[in-house]
Antibody
Framework: QVTLKESGPVLVKPTETLTLTCTVS??????????VSWIRQPPGKALEWLAH???????SYSTSLKSRLTISKDTSKSQVVLTMTNMDPVDTATYYC?????????WGQGTLVTVSS | QSVLTQPPSVSGAPGQRVTISCTGS?????????VHWYQQLPGTAPKLLIY???NRPSGVPDRFSGSKSGTSASLAITGLQAEDEADYYC?????????????FGGGTKLTVL
């Protein structure tokens, strides 16, 4: 069974850096046909794709957020890490990780991150 | 404002058929990129509903179907049930001079009357 689980802080202050971890099970991050993406959803709003990392360590970022994002993976730990710098209250959202084999399936349960002083 | 346009809401009575449109452009759906659909029940993570324009993952009822034509795609739900009440999102890929991105629609809230 493939599962993904997000972890990280529930509250960050403006200007701080957010670090989120996605721990996967049931598949390997070295699988040539699979990658992991991060997607977020502000309360009551639509989904927004953030970043993706492929099995060969190739990375892809949202063009609008690229300057603030860094994605990496530790295959031995089955973890994908996303960092987002200079957090702002508008970044308050539920952050999801999802397996990407051309489409997103499955998704993690999500983690709500609130940006507030 | 989302790159892919969906109606904010649709509704139907139990047993009826509803469709949800997803309109894009020549840089995304019209460029030949596949469209995928997700169902998000209240308070839960999105779930894959349709992949590759018209394919259902195992476990998804055949009441759900997808299609794509030109710069648009559609999700159809027949035999509407109360449990179908959820938000639905389309997703594709967009490639333009400004860069390449995975893109989502703005979401459609389905209400079962």
């Amino acid at each position: 069974q493939v599962t993904l689980k997000e972890s990280g802080p529930v509250l960050v202050k403006p200007t701080e850096t957010l670090t989120l971890t996605c721990t996967v099970s049931g598949f390997s991050l070295s699988n040539a046909r699979m990658g992991v993406s991060w997607i977020r959803q502000p309360p009551g709003k639509a989904l927004e794709w953030l970043a993706h990392i492929f099995s060969n360590d190739e990375k892809s970022y949202s063009t609008s957020l690229k300057s603030r994002l860094t994605i990496s993976k530790d295959t031995s730990k089955s973890q994908v890490v996303l960092t987002m710098t200079n957090m702002d209250p508008v970044d308050t959202a539920t952050y999801y990780c999802a397996r990407n084999g051309g489409w997103f399936d499955p998704w993690g349960q999500g983690t709500l991150v609130t940006v507030s002083s | 404002q989302s790159v892919l346009t969906q109606p904010p809401s649709v509704s139907g009575a139990p047993g009826q058929r509803v469709t949800i449109s997803c309109t894009g452009s020549s840089s995304n759906i019209g460029a030949g990129y596949d469209v995928h659909w997700y169902q998000q029940l209240p308070g839960t993570a999105p779930k894959l509903l349709i992949y590759g324009n018209s394919n259902r993952p195992s476990g998804v009822p055949d009441r759900f179907s997808g299609s794509k034509s030109g710069t648009s795609a559609s999700l159809a739900i027949t035999g509407l049930q109360a449990e179908d009440e959820a938000d639905y999102y389309c997703q594709s890929y967009d490639s333009s001079l400004s860069g390449s991105n995975v893109v989502f629609g703005g979401g459609t809230k389905l209400t079962v009357l």
